[in-house]
T-cell receptor, first 113, second 108 residues
Framework: EAQVTQNPRYLITVTGKKLTVTCSQN?????MSWYRQDPGLGLRQIYY???????DKGDVPEGYKVSRKEKRNFPLILESPSPNQTSLYFC????????????FGSGTRLTVV | QKEVEQDPGPLSVPEGAIVSLNCTYS??????FMWYRQYSRKGPELLMY????GNKEDGRFTAQVDKSSKYISLFIRDSQPSDSATYLC????????FGTGTRLQVFP
């Protein structure tokens, strides 16, 4: 089954403790992206990657890092999480940049206390 | 001004009603216009997409784009309780930009 898999689904952590949210897709998509979803603000793009070793900032990149060493994986790294990063995070992939066919993961609900 | 504006709702309608969901946008260069549906505790899933002005129909769903007015709509006919979800409009130029979503509840 074609899918984007995120882990973990739920995470509670403390301020300052580094964490990684993993994202993997099995569709051989070139384009991958991370979004955060907050009430009243909708989905906002954090980082995106057009291909292996090619990443760029989205609208809200502060406090996040990403890497794209393999085509299928696009982890999101929070080096020093803060409470304002408490949110619902989604990874998405697409066969090409700027197209319509985005597939989303099921989300990671992160709480930073 | 946000690039994409969407009425947040919530909308509550009886089963069988016709539902109209709307978005306006400011950038005339947007290429694809999409509607995503998001069930609770799930990721958004693509419902419909179009790239030209006019209507596109898929079963009970009709997507409408009016590029001259910078306005898109999603119509749901004969709405069902299973349609209860948040509906997000989205548009692409180089990246995907979402509206804030409209929560819809269809009650039996």
């Amino acid at each position: 089954e074609a899918q984007v898999t995120q882990n973990p689904r739920y995470l509670i952590t403390v301020t300052g403790k580094k964490l990684t949210v993993t994202c993997s897709q099995n569709m051989n998509h070139e384009y991958m992206s991370w979004y955060r979803q907050d009430p009243g603000l909708g989905l906002r793009q954090i980082y995106y990657s057009m291909n292996v070793e090619v990443t760029d900032k989205g609208d809200v990149p502060e406090g996040y890092k990403v890497s794209r060493k393999e085509k299928r994986n696009f982890p999101l790294i929070l080096e020093s999480p803060s409470p304002n990063q408490t949110s619902l995070y989604f990874c998405a992939s697409s066969s090409s940049w700027g197209s319509y066919g985005y597939t989303f993961g099921s989300g990671t609900r992160l709480t930073v206390v | 001004q946000k690039e994409v504006e969407q009425d947040p709702g919530p909308l509550s309608v009886p089963e069988g009603a016709i539902v109209s969901l709307n978005c306006t946008y400011s950038n005339s260069a947007f290429q694809y216009f999409m509607w995503y549906r998001q069930y609770s505790r799930k990721g958004p899933e693509l419902l419909m997409y179009t790239y030209s002005s006019g209507n596109k129909e898929d079963g009970r769903f009709t997507a409408q784009v009016d590029k001259s007015s910078k306005y898109i709509s999603l119509f749901i006919r004969d709405s069902q309780p299973s349609d209860s979800a948040t509906y997000l409009c989205a548009m692409t130029l180089e990246v995907l930009i979402f509206g804030t979503g409209t929560r819809l509840q269809v009650f039996p």
